[in-house]
């Protein structure tokens, strides 16, 4: 595996690859890699002839009071798992490389609407500051598809809406998220978890699967399946963000046209905030 930090370097790459009719997929990650990123590195693999990894954790996406600072930096032992799962290409620039000047950045790409709901009503910025980095990555690496996790459903949805606004031409493709075997989704920051707090965590995943079951039953009073779902979190001592049902499209409130719900939990748990989310078609 070749491992770059400048624009220029993945750029020759990519050029040399594309001019040998060769098609390269893109796996955007902020390190700290797990057994979940692999699932995607390996999605890319069947979507690719080359798999490039980026590993930038994003200042622009992290609010004044978040983990920008502690968010895990692993990245020799990021580099193993990559060679190991046969990625072509690390890509992982320095702060400097991405944004000029000392980090800042003029343009912004803002998803308006979907970015300012759910996770984005608590996280204010946040989705401005994924939408940039990926339009970026996406224009500094010019892969022909890229992958992204669904545990981070929302954050798929602006990337998607994202590339179909501003006409890059990108696949955006979806890996199903992958769960420890107690229903935890796999995320960087359980790792902020304290073994007490881990064992209530996979209350999220449960409290989701019980709302998919009052769905697939028949159930259509969203809000009683919002509010019990939310109880159930704070049962298991969780600060809730959010427990919502919604158009699996667009995030919007289900209608009469929804194809697909999908079932959204946002809490804290100590010092670790906790997001996932299962998809329900409408039977
Ligand atoms: O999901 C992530 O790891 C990040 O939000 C992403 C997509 C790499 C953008 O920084």
């Not at 609010?63 to 020799?76: C, N």
């Not at 031409?169 to 199903?176: C, F, Q, S």
């Amino acid at each position: 595996m070749r491992v770059v930090r400048s624009v220029e370097e993945v750029r020759a790459q990519v050029r040399a690859w594309r001019k040998a009719g060769q098609r390269v997929a893109l796996v955007p990650t902020m390190g700290n890699l797990h057994a979940g990123h692999i699932s995607l590195l390996q999605l890319a693999r069947q979507r690719g002839d080359r798999v490039v990894v980026s590993i930038f954790v994003n200042p622009l996406q992290f609010g004044p009071e978040e983990d920008y600072a502690r968010y895990p930096r692993t990245l020799d032992d990021d580099i193993r798992m990559l060679e190991e799962a046969q990625c072509d290409l690390l890509f992982a620039p320095g702060v400097d490389e991405l944004y000029a000047e000392g980090g800042s950045q003029r343009t912004l790409v803002s998803v308006r609407g979907l970015s300012e709901i759910l996770c984005g009503v608590v996280r204010p910025g946040h989705f401005d500051g994924v939408a940039t980095v990926v339009a970026k990555l996406f224009g500094v690496v010019g892969p022909d598809v890229a992958v992204f996790g669904e545990k981070d459903f929302q954050q798929f949805r602006v990337v998607q809406l994202m590339t179909r606004d501003l006409a890059i031409p990108v696949e955006v493709v979806g890996a199903p998220t992958v769960r420890a075997d107690d229903g935890l989704a796999l995320s960087s920051r359980n790792r902020y978890l304290s073994a007490e707090d881990r064992s209530r965590a996979p209350a999220i995943y449960r409290s989701l699967q019980e709302g998919a079951a009052r769905l697939r039953a028949g159930e259509r009073d969203f809000s009683a399946i919002e509010q019990a779902g939310a109880a159930l979190l704070a049962a298991a001592g969780m600060k809730v963000d959010y427990y919502a049902v919604r158009d699996a499209d667009d995030l919007a409130l289900p209608s009469s046209a929804t194809r697909e719900f999908v079932l959204l939990a946002a809490a804290r748990l100590g010092s670790a905030r906790l997001i996932d989310n299962l998809r329900v078609p409408v039977g």
